[in-house]
């Protein structure tokens, strides 16, 4: 199946993924995706890619989305707490297409709970951005 809205998991992933220490003062530690409407053409690349597992995927081009730094406030109920934290740079996303393969459940520790996800198949590929 398809995912429709692959924002939904994207920040999450992206800012679990980049998981790396402590946040100084006044730094953003999560990442606010949209979607855009990018003025290149249409072009295929293919990829090796890592992640949960190795992967040959092609990456469609143009970008689906743009994520940039952000901080939540004032998130009502207050989450469990915890997580991970770090410092997000901006990420143009692009679709990618990847073959289907058993990945293993991997366990999720955010904001807003710990749980075991099982991932299916590679959706978005985000590249670092100035």
Request: charged letters at 15%; aromatic letters at 6%; proline letters at 11%.
């Amino acid at each position: 199946m398809a995912m429709k809205h692959p924002t939904r998991l994207l920040a999450a992933a992206v800012c679990a993924y980049l998981a790396c220490g402590a946040i100084p003062a006044g730094a953003q530690s999560h990442l606010k995706c949209y979607r855009v409407r990018d003025p290149l053409p249409k072009a295929t690349y293919s990829a090796n890619l890592t992640g949960f597992a190795p992967e040959t995927c092609r990456i469609l081009v143009p970008a689906v989305m743009i994520c940039v730094p952000s901080n939540k406030t004032s998130v009502s109920p207050p989450p469990p707490g915890g997580g991970a934290t770090g410092v997000p740079n901006k990420f143009a996303c692009y679709k990618i297409r990847c073959k289907r393969q058993d990945i293993l459940n991997q366990q999720i520790h955010d904001q807003f709970g710990n749980r075991a996800i099982t991932p299916r198949v590679g959706a978005l590929l985000c590249a670092p951005s100035s």
